[in-house]
């Protein structure tokens, strides 16, 4: 199994990332940099944005390719594909223990300028032991705006030795001075059929559970795996595409957002509960903390410092949360709108037929527009910080009137 066996339906962007390896290698063993060239995907440069729709697999293409760099296979000289997924090399990189690669994500809302002066400096330094000093930033989207400017600087002038991995939803969401510094990649959304063959494959789902969970992912995988194995996952899911049928009257829209809003809490709250209490007292074990004794010097400043950090996770897992409610909701709707113009083909929620047919039967599709419009706004609503409980009422009167 290769680093790149998770990269569902992106054949030619693995393509492209087999082929800078071979040519990372060719330059490190020569001694040698690198040079971009336009339109020459063969040719490793020092930087690279990684793009497509959500559970595309732009982390996951990343990582692959961050292994593919280190990878220490014999077979290299042989003519082999980097990234084995079995040396030494490919091991440490996908269990995020490489002394040369250093993975970045935030737990919050955004990205410091702090943190990312730090990648900066440490970027300017050549790898330990593997070929490549290699830093991959999950969510660059997510950066301020100084840590943009500070980012900045480390791809406008780089290390010989370095590699940046940028990973954001669209080019549009990093800056244009970056983006122009970087080679894009845009991975698509994965056909229905490769993702379902994946869960089978690796997963052992049986083909009828792992086509409807394909289906209803709508193209993002790891959601696909969720629905397809955990129960949890469908309940919730189930949950959701119960709402179009409940906003009959005002009571029922209040009491459907309600309950939205209650489950991304409950979700923030069990996360907080099994790692808050955890990285606390991990804290004070690394201050020598003993328990009923004074607090050592600078641990008050750290535990309050956490504690804003486990703040901002929760808030982002309240957000994520509604995201995938309100993305299941419009995948629901558009199944609508498809049934109520006549498609013959597969929808994302086939195993809602009947619910669709009600649905689609008691409005036209100039109603189901302004219902997705509806779903729309409240997503950007939340993108704007509104109170996620007021957003998520105005969206589900707003199905209401549709």
Known sequence: MSVWDDLVGQD????QLTAAARAARATAAAGRTGAPAEGNAS???????????????????ARAFAAALQCTSPDLDL???????????CHTVLSGSHADVKYVR????SIGVGDMRDLVLRASSYPTGGRWSVILVDAAHRLTEAAAN?????????????????CAP????????IRSRCRLLVLRTPAAEAVADMLMRRDGVEPETARLAALAGQGDVERARRLAVDDQARARRLDVLRIPLEVGDIGGCLAAAQRLVDTAKADAEALAETQDAKETDDLKAAYGAAEGSRAPRGMAGAVKELEKRQKSRATRTR??????????LLGFYRDVLAV?????????NEDQRPALAKVAAGGTPENTLRRIEAVLACRQALDRNVDPLLAVEAMTVALRAG
Do not use: N
């Open 12 to 15: 030619r962007v693995v393509e």
């Open 43 to 61: 040719l490793m440069t020092h930087a690279w944005l990684f793009t497509g729709p959500p559970g595309a697999g732009q982390i996951t293409a």
């Open 79 to 89: 003519g082999g594909v980097p990234g084995c997924g079995f040396c030494d090399g």
């Open 106 to 109: 935030t737990d919050g809302l």
């Open 150 to 166: 500070a980012l900045l600087k480390g791809v406008e002038e780089p290390s010989p030795r370095t590699v940046w991995l940028l």
């Open 170 to 177: 669209s080019v549009q969401d990093v800056l244009p001075t």
């Open 319 to 328: 957000r994520e949360t509604l995201g995938v409610a309100l993305l299941d």
């Open 340 to 348: 109520q113009l006549g498609s013959t083909g597969a929808l994302a």
